[in-house]
């Protein structure tokens, strides 16, 4: 049997994946995808319930193990490059009653820089300050999270990924549960980053709004639909590829 030929890796790109393929009890949930996100862009990676979506991001982020695959972040293995890395998990996977305030947890996106053994300080609560006023937050530092909206909460860990400083940040559907404020917000926040050179990479749930939200897109169901720029990729017939025809109907003004 013949060599499988090996993936030149693209240097100009945040995110290279190659031939993953991750299953739960054997199940697959994500089927040979081949993917490569453009450094600098703002993506949204969209699909139904049950396409992969959140599963691809951990996926990359080495969360979860592939069956078979390579991911490379800038050129090289995700365990090389974790401190290039920010990631904004979904809430309702973060327990909210764990006894802590606003700024502790902006505080502990700086423990990556600072290493096992020194505790943040002076400077490192006055970056998580920082980052909290950025997000409208400073008011809400001592306020214990259970006690925050689900906008405010979202907003802290915001914060929280900011002060990591990374290169390349993945958010698990920010806007899910905020108000049009924090969205608003969210999305100014985002377009920042990705105009300071950040890359930027969002699960994300709305197609009327990814349209004006994003630059890049990648269409998922299981396996890779279509992936590219959001004004030659989010068309009418590969929203159709991804949902079905009834879901493609009710958004060809978005696609268009």
């Known amino acids: ?85 920010g990631y904004v998990p979904q809430r309702g996977s973060v327990d909210w009653q764990f006894p802590t305030n606003a700024l502790d947890v902006v505080t502990m996106g700086t423990y990556g820089q600072l290493g096992w053994i020194r505790r943040p300080g002076k400077a490192e609560k006055q970056r998580a300050l920082a980052a909290l006023d950025q997000m409208g937050m400073a008011d809400f530092a001592d306020r214990q999270i259970s006690q925050l909206s689900g906008g405010q909460q979202q907003r802290v860990f915001l914060a929280r990924a900011l002060v990591q400083d990374a290169q390349l940040y993945f958010m698990d559907e920010p806007f899910v549960g905020v108000d049009a404020r924090t969205e608003a917000a969210i999305i100014e926040l985002l377009k920042s980053l990705r105009d300071h050179g950040k890359t930027v990479v969002v699960v994300h749930h709305d197609l009327d709004s990814a349209p004006n939200y994003f630059d890049h897109v990648v269409l998922l ?33 978005a696609a268009s």
Request: hydrophobic share 35%.
């Open 1 to 85: 049997m013949g060599t499988k030929m090996q993936h030149p890796i693209d240097e100009r790109a945040a995110v290279t994946v190659h031939d993953l393929t991750v299953a739960y009890r054997e199940d697959p949930v994500l089927w040979d995808i081949d993917l490569s996100i453009p450094t600098g862009s703002l993506t949204a990676i969209i699909g139904p319930n049950g396409a992969g979506k959140s599963t691809l991001m951990k996926a990359i982020l080495g969360l979860v193990p592939p069956a078979a695959g390579t991911v490379e972040i800038f050129g090289h293995t995700s365990e090389r490059q974790r401190r290039l890395v």
């Open 221 to 253: 169901n299981v396996q890779k639909i279509a992936s590219g720029p959001m004004a030659e990729t989010f068309t009418t017939e590969n929203i159709e590829r991804t949902y079905g025809p009834s879901k493609s109907a009710r958004t060809k003004v």
